[in-house]
């Protein structure tokens, strides 16, 4: 027996948040259903793939306790589709009935038993941090993290806390993103590499606010306004990053970061679909870009930057760099470069005092750039 | 054309010498390769064997009758062609002229290269020997045809050079052309050397042998005008796919993945052998009633690696395979050549692990190194389905 009233809004929304964590497709037909639990004067929802889980509440007038499993993406489309109001929720057994205005469905569900056991809350000493800043933090690396890698660990993003700062650092092999927030410490210190669902969730559910962060074991919990994401971490190793970001980069390329992206942009248009070679050209007083493809055609632009090493060519993936640039902040950025077959660093020229923001790039080898 | 100088590139024991690296044990003994049935002929036999008196060509039965202690063993004409290849890439590295006549022997025209013709045949045979541990013999001449009866006299491991004065004592059937009816035919005139074949003027042989006649006259006074012709380059390949059928139908991962292990370390080394790299790997299996399915992902970045390979195919089977199999495959396509390469932050991985399996493989042959996965539940097919003292097991 369950027997509820909610508003439409809150169910809807609360639908929205939890569905995200459905499996798109599963063999295991637990995971397509979203459970719902009453509690005191709420109604719980939960979904999961097994690997994340969302959990959020939503406030409810309870006549009868009780808990139900119901076909996720069914009850979503059919809230989605209510005329809004109240909603009322009654079901014995495993059917449930719906009534909103003159609409009314019945949903038959399972027992709760045969949805999978869920996360429990930590109760370690929570990291909290603004919202803000942490989505800010993982839209500008999570761009970098490897999808489909055979080294699973690249296939997430690492998160360091210390009692010095928030380290966040995805790469994908070939190019690097790394942040670092000194201003958010954790006492004894804390490594897991973040799986990218996890990262997606938190960007697009999060609103406003602060989120807490508990780390425990092999799991990791954000906890924001009344959801919650609990994210099975990625085993590492996690590769050295440390050891490749270069120190010895003495060419530097300061350039508008608008104008080299539209560059690039209009280089894409004659570079190899597969790989989007480009030639970058330095010289102290010119500057310029140029892909080639032989089905294409051929592409040119003089750029205009200040350049202050000796002449050097180096080729890049065009939509690397640009997917780097597009995630960097301020009008101009910086391209530190030793030699055409080294990474590259890229950082804005004016970098915010409350985080340390590079990215790493390594060149393509192309076959007329000479060995630097 | 007076001073032209040409180099014939011949191996020695080819067929049987690639054997031998692919199975070290297999040094040293008479080593016979030939087709799978008792019918057929030999293909190549090592030195060894040839002492026993194997010959290429001799029906297995009769190798088998004189030599039942030696080593039998079916052609792998794959090995072959991949060690061919690179043969031909260490040719092609010290002349663009370079004529591949089989799979085991090339013309080389070196007029007017700065060093001399026997520097470089002896540069040529150690770089080979050193590259892939197989011995060449090089024959130097002014022409093909002397080139060519240079290396076979200069054989097993040697160099040797031939001038139209030089070839007179060699037999008449040591000119190509010359083959046992022609020269049962000149030994019942009592001509069995080339200076004895030069006495018939050209009207005589005419009169003989038609018009090979004519052309015999000019070949055994060591004229020969044919110009070494260039191969041309292989048309890129579409994609590269192997496949493995199994012995009995199979259904779960732990039967299935090591041949796909297998398949996809063959798929990653003949794409970097071939200098190509693919964006689509695909998953092909066939069902018991013969049904043949597929499935394929996209990349993001092309790949000649064994590890990614295998990664996405065991995803892609994982999700196909429900019922049993008889056969898998898994292909690389959407090749593309490896002139431009997207170097790595992180060198250590597969990339350095492939260069030195690469390394060791060229050198020690095809059999010489595996991916553990493969060695386990998996009959190994590349090794020979018969071999040992004569009779077929």
Known sequence: MIKLLVSHPDLLEGLNTVATALPPRTSLPSLTNILLQTHEDRLDMAATDLDTTVTTSIPATITTPGSIALPGKKLHEIVKELPGGDVHMSGTGNRVGMNCEKSSFTLSGSPTDSFPTLPGKSDEQPVVLPIEVLADAINRTSYAVAKDDYRPALNGALWKMDQEGFEMVATDGHRLARIFLPGISHQSGVEAIIAPKALRLLARLAGEGEVEICFQGSQVSFDFGSTTIFSRTIEGPYPPYEKVIPSGNDKGLLIDRDNLVAALRRMRIIANPATHQVRLTLEKDNQSLEAEYAEAGEAHEKLEGEYDGEPLQIGFNGDFLREILRNMSGERVLLKMKNSSTAVVIEEEEPDASKEYIALLMPVKLPSTDEG | ?393
């Open chain 2, 1 to 393: 054309m007076a001073h032209r100088a040409v180099l014939h590139v011949d191996m020695d024991a080819y067929f049987a010498s690639v054997e031998v690296l692919a199975h070290p044990r297999w040094k040293g003994k008479p080593v016979v390769v030939a087709g799978p049935s008792l019918r057929s002929v030999v293909s190549a036999c090592s030195y060894e064997a040839k002492r026993l008196g194997v010959r290429s060509g001799m029906p297995l039965v009769r190798a088998m009758r004189m030599a039942p202690e030696a080593i039998y063993t079916q052609g792998h004409l794959h090995s072959y062609a991949s060690y061919t290849r690179r043969i031909l890439r260490i040719l092609v590295g010290f002349t663009p002229l370079v004529e591949p006549v089989s799979i085991d022997e090339a013309f080389l025209d070196v007029t007017g290269a700065p060093s001399s013709p026997e520097e470089l045949a002896g540069k040529i045979q150690a770089s080979v020997l050193s590259e892939t541990r197989l011995w060449a013999s090089v024959g130097m001449g002014p022409n093909k045809l002397l080139a060519k009866m240079a290396s076979r006299g200069a054989k097993p491991r040697g160099i040797g050079r031939l001038t139209p004065d030089t070839m007179v004592d060699l037999p008449v059937d040591s000119i190509w052309g010359v083959g046992e009816e022609t020269g049962k035919l000149f030994r019942r005139f009592g001509i069995r050397t080339i200076a004895d074949l030069r006495v018939l003027s050209r009207r005589q042989l005419r009169a003989l042998l038609g018009r090979s006649g004519e052309v015999l006259y000019f070949l055994c006074r060591g004229v020969d005008p044919s110009p070494v012709v260039p191969g041309e380059e292989a048309p890129p390949p579409l994609s590269i796919g192997n496949e493995y059928t199994f012995p009995h139908d199979v259904r779960r991962p732990a039967e299935y993945l090591p041949a796909l292990s297998l398949l996809a370390q063959k798929v990653a080394r003949r794409a970097r052998d071939k200098g190509f790299r693919g964006f689509t790997v695909t998953f092909r299996y066939r069902l018991r009633d013969l049904s043949c399915h597929s499935r394929r992902r996209q990349l993001p970045r092309a790949t000649d690696q064994r590890g990614k390979i295998f990664t996405v195919a065991a995803g892609l089977a994982r999700e196909a395979v429900g019922s049993p199999v008889r056969l898998v495959g898994v292909k690389l396509s959407d090749l593309v050549p490896e002139r431009a390469r997207q170097l790595e932050l992180f060198p250590g991985g597969g990339e350095r692990v492939s260069a030195v399996v690469d390394a060791i493989r060229r050198k020690y042959g095809e059999a010489s190194i595996t991916c553990g996965r493969t060695m386990v539940g998996l009959p190994d097919r590349s090794r020979i389905p018969y071999h040992g003292r004569g009779t077929p097991a």
